[in-house]
C-alpha cells in the first residue's frame, strides 16, 4: 500500500506541469474528433478544386479549350500550395504584430505549435485546411480568361496574386489583422477573402485581356453541360467541407454551416431555373449548376452565423441579384468574363459579407453580435471589409498582371486562339471521336 501512495504521488508530480498549462488555457493536445474533421474537411477543399471546378469550369467552354482548363485549375493548386508552404502560411496566418501582414515565424511551415492557438486541433492541420482554400481561390479566376490566356502568364500571374492579393487579405479578416480587430469584420469561410478577391480580380484580368475572338456576336456553347452537372455536384458536396470545415471543430456550429450552406444551394438553384423558365421558356442543367454555385457564394461568409430561415433567404437573393449581374457585365457593359466568375463569386461573396451583419442578430435566429456591436457598427465593419478588399484586389491585379506581362504575354494569338488551346498550347485533344 505505501509502494502504491508514493507512486500515486510520483504520477502527479510529474503531471503536474502538464495540468498546470491546461489550467491556464495552454491547451498542448489536440482534440481527436475535431482533428478529423478537419483533415476530412481538406480533403473535401480539395475536391472542389479537382476534380470539380476542373470540370465546372471544363463542360462550359468548347470542346477544344477543355484540357487546357483542366490544366490551369491543376497547374493554379500545385504552385499555389507550394508556395503556402514556403511563405503563404506565415504571411497570412504567422504572429500578429502590426496587423498587416503574419510574422515570418512560420516559415516553410516550421515551428508550428502542437495545437492552433485558440483551437483544439494541431497548428499542422489547420495550415493544411487553409492551404486548400489558397489553392481553389485563384483557380477560381480561370473561368474569366477560358479561351485566350497563354498558360505562362496565368502561372505566373496566380503564383504573384496568392502571396500579394490573398495572403494579405486572409491575414486581415482571419489571422487577427487590423480589420477583424478595429472593424468587427466577420467571414465565416471565404465571402471576402476568397469570393471577393477572386470575383473582382477576375473582373479585372478578363478586361485586361480583352474579349474573345467573337463575342458577343458569336454563340459559344458548353461543349458538355453533362461535365458542368457532375463538376456543380462536387463542388455542392466539397462546399460541405469548406464551410462545415471553417467552424475548426466538430461541433453544433460546422452543423450549423452544412445546413446553412445546404440550404441556399438549394433555394438558389431552383430559383434561378424558375426565372429561366419565365425568361427563356426552358429551365437548363447549366441554370440550375450556376444557380447553386451562386448560393454557395453567398452564403458562405455567414453560413456558421446565421439561421437555417435566412440561409434559403440568402439563396433567393443571391439567384436573383447574380442572374441580373451576369446580364448586366455581358450585355450591358459587353466585359467578356467567360464563364461569369465576377457576377457569380464577387456579386453572390459581396452581397452575402453585407446581409450578414442584418441577420446575425439574434432575434433574426443568428449567433447575435460581438459585445460592442451593434446592427448599425457591423454592417459598417463589413462594408469596409468588402470596400477594402475589392480596392486591394483591383491594384493589386492590375499592377500584377502588367509585370507578368513583361516576362510572359498575356494573351495567345488569333490562330492560336481559334485552333483551340488543346492542340496550339498542350499538343492533346480532350476527345479523339472518328
Given at each position: 500500500m505505501r509502494n502504491l501512495r508514493t507512486l500515486t504521488a510520483a504520477s502527479l508530480l510529474w503531471a503536474w506541469p502538464a495540468m498546470a498549462m491546461a489550467q491556464d488555457g495552454q491547451i498542448d493536445v489536440a482534440d481527436s474528433g475535431d482533428t478529423s474533421w478537419i483533415l476530412i474537411s481538406s480533403a473535401l477543399v480539395l475536391m472542389m478544386t479537382m476534380p470539380g471546378l476542373s470540370l465546372f469550369y471544363g463542360g462550359l467552354v468548347r470542346a477544344k479549350n477543355f484540357l487546357s482548363v483542366l490544366l490551369q485549375c491543376g497547374a493554379i493548386a500545385a504552385v499555389a500550395s507550394i508556395l503556402w508552404i514556403l511563405v503563404g502560411y506565415t504571411l497570412a496566418f504567422g504572429n500578429v504584430s502590426n496587423g498587416w501582414l503574419?510574422?515570418?515565424n512560420a516559415l516553410m511551415l516550421m515551428d508550428l505549435g502542437n495545437v492552433r492557438e485558440g483551437l483544439t486541433v494541431p497548428e499542422s492541420s489547420f495550415s493544411l485546411f487553409q492551404m486548400t482554400f489558397a489553392a481553389i481561390t485563384p483557380a477560381l479566376m480561370v473561368g474569366a480568361w477560358v479561351d485566350r490566356a497563354r498558360f505562362g502568364w496565368v502561372l505566373g500571374f496566380c503564383a504573384l496574386w496568392g502571396l500579394i492579393v490573398y495572403a494579405p487579405v486572409a491575414h486581415w479578416v482571419w489571422g487577427g489583422g487590423w480589420l477583424s480587430?478595429?472593424?468587427?469584420?466577420?467571414?465565416?469561410?471565404?465571402?471576402?477573402?476568397?469570393?471577393?478577391?477572386?470575383?473582382?480580380?477576375a473582373l479585372v484580368a478578363a478586361m485586361l485581356l480583352g474579349k474573345r475572338n467573337g463575342f458577343p456576336r458569336t454563340v459559344m456553347l458548353p461543349h458538355s453541360p453533362s461535365l458542368t452537372m457532375a463538376g456543380a455536384a462536387l463542388l455542392w458536396v466539397g462546399w460541405f467541407g469548406f464551410n462545415g470545415g471553417s467552424a475548426l471543430a466538430a461541433n453544433d456550429d460546422a452543423a450549423s454551416a452544412i445546413i446553412n450552406t445546404h440550404a441556399a444551394a438549394s433555394t438558389a438553384a431552383l430559383v434561378w431555373i424558375l426565372i429561366e423558365y419565365f425568361k427563356l421558356g426552358k429551365p437548363?442543367?447549366?441554370?440550375?449548376?450556376?444557380?447553386?454555385?451562386?448560393?454557395?457564394?453567398?452564403?458562405?461568409?455567414?453560413?456558421?452565423?446565421?439561421?437555417?430561415?435566412a440561409a434559403i433567404l440568402f439563396g433567393a437573393v443571391a439567384a436573383i441579384i447574380c442572374y441580373a449581374s451576369?446580364?448586366?457585365?455581358?450585355?450591358?457593359?459587353?466585359?467578356?468574363?467567360s464563364l461569369d466568375v465576377f457576377a457569380v463569386h464577387g456579386v453572390g461573396g459581396m452581397t452575402g459579407s453585407l446581409l450578414l451583419a442584418v441577420f446575425l442578430s439574434s432575434s433574426l435566429g443568428g449567433t447575435g453580435y460581438a459585445e460592442g456591436m451593434t446592427m448599425g457598427s457591423q454592417f459598417v465593419g463589413q462594408l469596409v471589409g468588402v470596400g477594402v478588399t475589392l480596392l486591394w484586389s483591383v491594384v493589386g491585379s492590375v499592377i500584377i498582371a502588367l509585370m507578368v506581362s513583361v516576362f510572359f504575354r498575356m494573351r495567345v494569338d488569333e490562330d492560336t486562339e481559334r485552333e483551340g488551346l488543346d492542340i496550339a498550347s498542350h499538343g492533346e485533344r480532350a476527345w479523339e471521336l472518328d
Open positions: 503574419g510574422g515570418g480587430s478595429q472593424f468587427g469584420t466577420l467571414d465565416f469561410a471565404g465571402g471576402i477573402v476568397v469570393h471577393t478577391t477572386a470575383g473582382i480580380s437548363t442543367s447549366v441554370g440550375f449548376a450556376t444557380g447553386a454555385i451562386a448560393g454557395l457564394a453567398t452564403v458562405t461568409p455567414a453560413a456558421g452565423f446565421i439561421s437555417p430561415g451576369i446580364q448586366l457585365v455581358k450585355q450591358k457593359f459587353s466585359i467578356d468574363d
